[in-house]
């Protein structure tokens, strides 16, 4: 197991090669003494966090608050993802069905709605320039037996009451090919989504509270949280440039979440991926016709790779988990280097577009950017928000699945619900199978001590990986 911290020199990807002036901000010279608030993590979870806990606030209701992050500003998961706000209506549905009931599977769905909704809302609100683009996205399966099982499976979800499955369409045999321009499709079920560009999403976010007096500390890595509040219920955290201490302290930490919280080492764990960009070299004979697409490989590789098309005719493409997940698991599990590459994978981009849509096979393409990401992956399969068990003042956002653009905003805004007005879980519309507790903790813990463990595990990574 690698050390739960970021590493230095990470890749570059696409997405980071327009910075804002904020990427490596510091506020202030020094770290604050005291605040009311420290928020560590600057990415998707920690930018919402502040949004929230200052909308709405007059100047002298607003609590003084602190960002630390340990690069720079968006250079963890949300800015290393695959550009996709992509509610999961049913791969995802049908999984958590099987797995706890038809009530959660369909209190999560329109859940993620509610958040696909929520994040065009606010770049419409405040006109963010961040390439949003309604997309209808597709899951399509190209192996016959896997798309035999699918179908019996979307024939018994078809007759249950699932209200966000009335977005999906089935494509069968006869159009599955045409609909999704995906070469030998067998099946494919499509309903909308969107692309976004996502780190200039959240910088946008990070501008507006640093602007409203947020204290924003790059290059401040957080590497211990006192164990108990102080005399006076402050909570202190060390950091190389020194201490600073607050009375609460959001971790919004997502995979590195264990080095600060290590009771959360089995829930929550590390799960390396790769993402690059591919571009024509030539004007393609015919347009990818969908806007992102998750295709669905043969049995247990499942997600074998995603794509999301740009406005400039370049892809977005991210997975090849079939070169390396089962041969090379110490490439991806508990794997927190994002500075190197997920070699096995590298060569698999290459002639990707010629292999994957129907009519390319002549087209020249060109990988121009290759880059890894450490995505925080969930033991259960649900993230953990609300208090950290045990710690009053302590609260944690994080354990996204790689799944983190339609959750994060409305988890965000319930747990500062939680934070500011003191209400449970239970009143934020946060699903009630993402709040933390012991009793939850507890039962990680047991299932890890199971043989089956590392199995659950690669499954949840295999079929709930989108880079969205």
């Not at 590390?270 to 998750?294: F, H, M």
């Not at 500062?416 to 879980?425: A, E, H, N, R, S």
Request: net charge neutral; with cysteine; glycine share 8%.
């Amino acid at each position: 197991m690698d050390s739960p911290y970021p590493v230095p020199n990470a890749t570059v990807p696409y997405w980071r090669t327009e910075l804002h002036e904020l990427d490596s901000h510091r506020s202030t010279p020094q770290l604050p003494r005291k605040q009311d608030i420290v928020i560590i993590g600057a990415g998707f979870a920690g930018a919402a966090l502040a949004h929230y806990l200052l909308r709405g606030q007059s100047s002298s209701e607003k609590p003084s608050i602190t960002i630390l992050e340990a690069r720079e500003a968006c250079s963890g998961a949300t800015g290393r993802n695959g550009g996709h706000l992509r509610p999961d209506l049913f791969v995802g549905l049908a999984a958590r069905m099987q797995a706890h009931g038809l009530e959660t599977a369909n209190q999560v769905a329109l859940f993620e709605v509610a958040n696909a909704k929520a994040v065009a809302e606010l770049v419409r609100e405040e006109n963010i320039a961040c390439d949003l683009q309604s997309v209808t996205t597709a899951d399509t399966f190209v192996d016959a037996a896997e798309a035999a099982k699918i179908k019996k499976l979307w024939d018994v979800m078809s007759r249950l009451d699932c209200p966000t499955l009335r977005n999906v369409t089935y494509h069968g045999p006869e159009d599955a090919e045409k609909v999704t321009g995906v070469k030998n499709a067998k099946i494919a079920f499509t309903y909308p989504a969107h692309t976004v560009w996502p780190y200039k999403l959240i910088m946008h976010l990070l501008e507006g509270v640093v602007k409203q007096g947020v204290n924003l500390q790059t290059h401040t890595q957080v590497h211990e949280v006192s164990e108990t509040p102080d005399s006076e219920g402050y909570w202190t955290l060390a950091t190389p440039r020194g201490t600073t201490k607050a009375k609460k302290v959001v971790f919004a930490t997502n995979a590195y979440t264990s080095s600060l919280l290590p009771e959360y080492d089995e829930a929550i764990y590390a799960a390396r991926g790769t993402v690059c960009r591919v571009v024509p070299a030539s004007q393609p004979p015919t347009e990818a016709p969908l806007g992102s697409c998750a295709v669905e490989m043969r049995s247990p590789d499942s997600v074998d790779s995603y794509y999301g098309l740009r406005p400039d005719g370049s892809l977005i493409v991210g997975g090849a988990k079939s070169t390396f997940f089962y041969k090379k698991r110490d490439e991806w599990y508990r794997n927190y280097d994002d500075s190197t590459l997920v070699e096995p994978a590298v060569p698999y981009f290459d002639g990707w577009a010629a292999r994957t849509f129907a009519g390319w096979e002549s087209t020249p393409t060109k990988v121009d950017a290759v880059w890894t990401g450490i995505m925080g992956y969930s033991a259960d399969d649900a993230p953990h928000i609300g208090h950290v068990p045990s710690k009053p003042g302590l609260y944690i956002c994080a354990g996204f699945n790689g799944h983190g653009m339609p959750n994060v905003l409305l988890c965000a805004k319930g747990l500062v619900q939680m934070i500011k007005d003191g209400k449970p879980l239970s009143e934020t519309g946060v699903p009630a199978c993402y709040e933390t507790s012991a009793d939850r903790l507890r039962k990680i813990s047991q299932v890890a001590a199971a043989r089956t463990t590392s199995r659950a595990r690669a499954d949840i990574y295999l079929k709930h990986s989108y880079g969205s």
